[in-house]
C-alpha cells in the first residue's frame, strides 16, 4: 500500500464564511421574534387590563403597609391631614374614582411619591420639604391618581411578566441572550415613559379642574437636576423609565394651550 | 442618567468588536503558519492503522503526542450563543477545533521527528472537556486536544545471514 501525502483541506471542516454575517441575521430575526412577541404580549394586556376588577389588584402585589411612615412630629401630622384633604379635593373631580384612596408619608430622604395598587399613595419626606405650593402638590397627587386611572399597575406587571419569559428563554445562551434581553427591558421602558406621560396629563387635567388654572403645577420638575451633556440628554431619553424633566414640562404646557386651559393663575401656598 | 443600564450595553459591544479583531487575526495568522508546516511535513509518513514496513524493519518504538488547550473568544461564544437558540451548525467554532486538531496533529509530528522517529502507527486523536465549571455557560470553557500514535525507527533489513 502507498502512503499519499496530502494537505488538510481548509474549506471541509471549517466554513470558509465569516461568521459576522451569519452571527448579524440570528441577531436581527431573534430581535423581531422578541420585538414581534413583546409588542403582540402588550397589546394584549392593554386589551385585558380594563376587566379585571380593581379589588382583585392589591391582591396581586405583595404587601406594602410597612413602609407607611406614622408621623412623629405635630409637622408631619399636619402636613398628612393637608395631603388627605388635598387628595380628596382633588379626587372629586374624577367621578370614576376608585374606593379606599388613602395618601400618607414616606421616611425617604429623596423627593418622590409612589402609586401603591389598591389605592395607597404614598409621599416622600424629601418631596414634603421641596414643594412649596398647593398646586405643586395636588399635581403630583394627581399624576399618581393617573396611575390608578391607566391601571398602570396591572400593565406593568403584565409587561414584567412577558420580559420575565423572554430573559427565561435566552437564559442559557450567554451574552447574546442578555443583550437580547436587556434590549428588550430598554423598549419596556418606552412603554413606562408613556404611561408617566399619561398619568401627567391626567394629574394637569385634575389640577385644572380644581383651581382653575394651570399655574405652578409643573414646578416641582424645574427642581430635578437635568442631564448636562448633548449626548447625555440623548441617551437617558432612551433608557429613563420617566420622560426627560423639561420634557414633561414641554408636554403639559403643549396640552394647556391645546386644551386652552388658563396658564396664568396664583399658586396657593403651602403653611 | 442611567449609567448601569449603558454599561451593561456599552461593555459587551466593545467586547464583541474588540474579541472578533484581534480572534480574526490571530486565526488568520495561525491557519498561514500551519500551512507552512503542514507542507513541509507532508512525506512524514502518519497513519492511523498498525503500519508495516516493505523493505525496513522496525528497530524502535515510543509514543509520541501532540496536544493543543483552547478556549473560545468572547465573539465566539457570543456567536454560539445565538446558535443555542435556534440551533444548526456552530460555525464560529468549527475553525477553531479544526484549528486545534491540525495543530496538535503538527506537534505531534514535530515530537516524532525530534526523536529521530520514520513514520507514526496508530495515530488517534481525543478531545477532552477540561474545564467549564458553572454550568450556567459562563465559566471558561476550554478543550484539550490530544494527538497520538506510535513512532517508529526503521533501518534496512540486513541480508539474511547464511
Known amino acids: ?271 | 442618567m442611567d449609567t448601569a443600564t449603558l454599561i451593561q450595553l456599552l461593555v459587551p459591544a466593545a467586547l464583541l468588536v474588540g474579541a472578533y479583531f484581534i480572534g480574526s487575526s490571530i486565526e488568520k495568522k495561525h491557519y498561514r503558519e500551519l500551512r507552512t508546516r503542514e507542507h513541509a511535513s507532508r512525506r512524514f509518513i502518519t497513519v492511523t492503522f498498525p503500519y508495516e514496513p516493505r523493505d525496513e524493519e522496525i528497530v524502535a518504538s515510543t509514543l509520541v503526542t501532540g496536544s493543543v488547550v483552547i478556549s473560545v473568544d468572547y465573539f465566539k461564544r457570543f456567536l454560539a450563543g445565538l446558535r443555542m437558540l435556534v440551533g444548526g451548525r456552530i460555525k464560529s467554532y468549527e475553525p477553531l477545533l479544526d484549528r486545534a486538531r491540525r495543530e496538535a496533529i503538527m506537534r505531534m509530528k514535530e515530537d516524532a521527528r525530534a526523536g529521530g522517529y520514520h513514520v507514526i502507527s496508530n495515530m488517534r486523536l481525543e478531545t477532552s472537556r477540561i474545564a467549564s465549571s458553572s454550568g450556567n455557560n459562563k465559566g471558561t470553557a476550554a478543550v484539550e486536544i490530544l494527538a497520538f500514535g506510535t513512532g517508529l525507527k526503521l533501518a534496512r533489513r540486513r541480508p539474511a545471514t547464511p
Open chain 1, 1 to 271: 500500500m502507498r502512503f499519499e501525502p496530502r494537505l488538510p483541506r481548509d474549506d471541509v471542516n471549517a466554513p470558509a464564511r465569516s461568521p459576522v454575517k451569519d452571527g448579524l441575521v440570528m441577531l436581527l430575526g431573534l430581535a423581531a421574534i422578541v420585538g414581534v412577541f413583546f409588542g403582540a404580549t402588550t397589546l394584549l394586556i392593554d386589551r385585558l387590563v380594563p376587566y379585571v376588577p380593581r379589588s382583585w389588584e392589591s391582591r396581586m402585589f405583595p404587601d406594602f403597609e410597612e413602609l407607611v411612615h406614622q408621623p412623629e412630629t405635630e409637622d408631619e401630622r399636619a402636613y398628612e391631614r393637608h395631603l388627605e384633604d388635598l387628595m380628596a379635593r382633588i379626587s372629586s373631580h374624577w367621578p370614576e374614582r376608585p374606593d379606599g384612596l388613602h395618601v400618607g408619608l414616606l421616611d425617604e430622604e429623596l423627593p418622590n411619591a409612589l402609586a401603591f395598587p389598591g389605592g395607597q399613595i404614598l409621599v416622600t419626606t424629601g418631596l414634603m420639604k421641596e414643594v412649596e405650593s398647593e398646586n405643586e402638590l395636588a399635581f403630583i397627587l394627581g399624576h399618581e391618581l393617573g396611575h390608578y386611572a391607566g391601571r398602570d399597575h396591572l400593565r406593568s406587571l403584565g409587561r414584567g411578566l412577558t420580559l420575565a419569559l423572554i430573559m427565561a428563554a435566552m437564559g442559557k445562551s450567554g451574552a447574546a441572550g442578555d443583550l437580547i434581553g436587556l434590549s428588550s427591558q430598554i423598549t419596556g421602558r418606552a412603554f413606562s415613559r408613556e404611561q408617566e406621560s399619561r398619568a401627567d396629563a391626567f394629574g394637569l387635567s385634575l389640577v385644572v379642574a380644581e383651581f382653575g388654572h394651570v399655574s405652578g403645577a409643573t414646578d416641582f420638575f424645574e427642581k430635578l437636576p437635568a442631564p448636562k451633556s448633548k449626548i447625555g440628554r440623548t441617551l437617558s431619553t432612551y433608557l429613563a423609565t420617566h420622560p426627560v424633566s423639561d420634557e414633561r414640562v414641554e408636554a403639559m404646557e403643549r396640552l394647556a394651550i391645546e386644551k386652552d386651559w388658563p396658564v396664568e393663575g396664583r399658586a396657593n401656598p403651602l403653611e
